[in-house]
């Protein structure tokens, strides 16, 4: 099984910053593509931030330019570092992994608790 954990969530001003960690623990063979998701009220859950293995990095356009993605590859952690953070950007984050648990095992995703990112204006 496979466990991940969620921190460095809170409120916020406007145009402030927050960062999120991530960390997976368990029966962790190999990592691929790590990140973080997010869901408002009512909203569906979109992709925020990726990062592969390699440091291949993707971002939703609405946080290009604000928010970072990075990895620590042998803690199993990933961080998204939030700046200039805006109301809309309030959310339930959820940190994701693609985990293989075993050699020749086939990858699944795992998802973390999710933790609470509120920006006031």
């Known amino acids: 099984q496979v466990q991940l954990v969620e921190s460095g969530g809170g409120l916020v001003q406007a145009g402030g910053s927050l960062r999120l960690s991530c960390v997976a623990s368990g029966s962790i063979f190999s990592i691929n593509a790590m990140g973080w998701y997010r869901q408002a009220p009512g909203k569906q859950r979109e992709l925020v931030a990726a990062?592969?293995?390699?440091?291949?990095?993707n971002f939703v356009d609405s946080v290009k330019g604000r928010f970072t993605i990075s990895r620590d590859n042998a803690k199993n952690t990933v961080h998204l570092q939030m700046n200039s953070l805006k109301p809309e950007d309030t959310a339930v984050y959820y940190c994701y992994a693609d985990v293989k648990t075993g050699w020749g095992r086939e990858p699944r995703g795992y998802w973390g608790q999710g933790t609470q990112v509120t920006v006031s204006s």
């Open positions: 990062i592969t293995s390699g440091g291949l990095t």
